[in-house]
Structure formats: structure tokens, C-alpha cells
């Protein structure tokens, strides 16, 4: 195939785990790629890789989402895709602190890349793919969306953020050709925790997921139609545990385990 016939997919927070995999994923597909991130050394690896082994169109973004400048720049990207098919709003990071003794502009940036980047690049991506009446957005929450904490305030009603964000836009664009889902996985092994210097204990290391399982799971459940994606069984429990437990059960386990 001509790359000029082909979609382009544009992922954030693709210079490793989750992000790359579905980088990876999506070329294989058959689509172009933009790839976001800011270790540009690692990104530029992988897009000569997937150039290499898929015949695909890779360009390279750089950005720091939290950044009003940069994001601007990433929202014109996005508006001059002509052919943009995919947008995985997939970058995130996780705070080692309590709230309380966190630094605040910490808070202000999770907020700005979990929520505020997700919105605008959404934002910026249907109105390239509306007219076109076809396109796919995945935007990566967690698990960690349907639950509360008593040591990831942030990390817990930012992803929450995402998840209501993301069933409603399905609802809203039902009918419009433009699929939406919002994944939400556990555990699952990336840079994620080695950036909190939380390098998973040995048996527990053993239960976390690949990025490929997830990233599989998301793209199966996509092609059904299905809004939210929980990899893993025992995860798929915990959104149906926490409708039918008392919220005072729920306190008590929290505090005991999290
Ligand atoms: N791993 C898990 O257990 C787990 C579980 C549930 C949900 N998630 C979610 O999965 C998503 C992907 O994370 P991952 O596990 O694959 O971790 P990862 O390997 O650390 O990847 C995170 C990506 O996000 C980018 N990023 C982080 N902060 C950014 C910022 N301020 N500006 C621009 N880019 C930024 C990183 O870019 P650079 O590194 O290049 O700077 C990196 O490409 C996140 O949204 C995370 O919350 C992860």
C-alpha cells in the first residue's frame, strides 16, 4: 500500500510501555504513526524499528503536555492530520507522595496531562475525524478510575476524570462512525513504577500484566464496540464489587490495603 493511502495514528506517551506497544500494534494494523513523548533518543529508536519492519510513515512529536505552549503546538499537529484515524490519549504518571505532603505544581501537572491534554486533543482530533465519519479514540485510564485511596488522591479522581469523560463522549458520538473507549488496566509492567523508584517485589512483579495483553485487550474490545476496557478477570471485579459494597466496607478495606 501507497503510506499516502494510509491513516494515521497518533499516540502520546509513546516512548515506552503502554504507549509503545500500541505504537507497535497500530503499525502492524497498517497504520502511519505520530509518536509522542519526551525521551526522544528511546522514541527515535522505536520509530526507526517499526519504519524498518512495517513500511510505515513514523514522525516524532516532543512535548510536555503540561506545558501551554507545547500543548498548542500538539493541537496543531493534530488539526493538520488529514487522514487521522487513531488517537490514543495514553501518557500518565504516578506520584509517590500522599497529597498532603506533595508539591502542588505536581498536582497541576498530573491534572494537565491525565485531564486537560486528553480534552484538548480529543477536542482537536474530531474535528479532523467527524468529517470524515470515521476514527477511534483510546484514552488510557486505570483501574485505579473506579476506585478511591487513601495514598493516590490524584492519581484516583484524575483517572476517574477520564472514565466519565469517556462514556459519555461514546454516548455522545453514538451513531457519528467515530469509536471511543476508555481503558482501564491493573497492574502492569512499564517505566511507570521504576519513575516512582517502585521496582515491584518478585511475587508481585509476577502477577502484573504485559503491555501487550493490555494493549491486545483494548484493540479486541474496540473492534467490538465496547466503551470501556478492563484487562485481566480479576480486575473486570472490581468496578461490580464496588456497586454493591457499603461504602463504610469499602473505607475499612482501603485504609487496611491501600
Ligand atoms: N503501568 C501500570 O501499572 C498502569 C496501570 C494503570 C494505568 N496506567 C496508565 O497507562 C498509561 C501509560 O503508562 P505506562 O504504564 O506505559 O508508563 P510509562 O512506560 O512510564 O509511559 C508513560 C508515558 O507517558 C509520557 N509522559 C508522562 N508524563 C508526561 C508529561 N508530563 N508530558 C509528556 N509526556 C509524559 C512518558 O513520556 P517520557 O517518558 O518520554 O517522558 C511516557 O511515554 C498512563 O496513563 C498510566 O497512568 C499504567
Redesign the pocket.
Known amino acids: 500500500m501507497n503510506n499516502n493511502d494510509r491513516l494515521t495514528a497518533f499516540i502520546?506517551?509513546?516512548?515506552?510501555?503502554?504507549?509503545?506497544v500500541y505504537a507497535r500494534s497500530l503499525a502492524k494494523r497498517g497504520y502511519n504513526l505520530v509518536l509522542?513523548?519526551?525521551?526522544r533518543e528511546?522514541?527515535e529508536q522505536h520509530a526507526e524499528q517499526l519504519r524498518r519492519e512495517f513500511g510505515v510513515d513514523v514522525e516524532i512529536v516532543i512535548?510536555?503536555?503540561?506545558d501551554p505552549q507545547e500543548m498548542q503546538n500538539l493541537e496543531q499537529h493534530i488539526l493538520h492530520i488529514d487522514k487521522l484515524g487513531f488517537l490514543v490519549n495514553?501518557?500518565?504518571?504516578?506520584l509517590p507522595e500522599d497529597f498532603h505532603s506533595s508539591d502542588s505544581k505536581d498536582n497541576q501537572?498530573m491534572l494537565r496531562?491525565?485531564a486537560e491534554a486528553t480534552i484538548r486533543l480529543t477536542h482537536a482530533a474530531l474535528k479532523v475525524m467527524l468529517p470524515r465519519k470515521s476514527g477511534a479514540i483510546v484514552n488510557?485510564?486505570?483501574?485505579?478510575g473506579f476506585l478511591i485511596s487513601s495514598r493516590n488522591a490524584m492519581?484516583c479522581a484524575t483517572?476517574a476524570f477520564l472514565n466519565t469523560f469517556s462514556e459519555s463522549l461514546y454516548l455522545e458520538l453514538h451513531g457519528s462512525g467515530i469509536k471511543v473507549q476508555v481503558l482501564?488496566?491493573?497492574?502492569?509492567?512499564?517505566?511507570?513504577?521504576k519513575?516512582l523508584d517502585l521496582v515491584p517485589r518478585v511475587p508481585m512483579s509476577r502477577k502484573?500484566m504485559s503491555?501487550e495483553y493490555v494493549v491486545n485487550a483494548s484493540l479486541r474490545d474496540l473492534d467490538r464496540g465496547k466503551p470501556v476496557c478492563i484487562p485481566g478477570g480479576k480486575y473486570k471485579l472490581v468496578p461490580i464489587l464496588l456497586r454493591v459494597l457499603p461504602r463504610w466496607v469499602l473505607y475499612r478495606i482501603v485504609l487496611r490495603i491501600w
Open positions: 502520546t506517551g509513546a516512548s515506552s510501555g503502554i504507549g509503545a509522542h513523548g519526551r525521551r528511546l522514541l512535548a510536555e503536555l503540561s495514553n501518557a500518565g504518571f504516578g501537572i496531562v491525565h488510557v485510564s486505570s483501574v485505579a492519581y483517572k482501564c488496566p491493573g497492574f502492569t509492567t512499564t517505566d511507570f513504577h519513575k502484573f503491555a
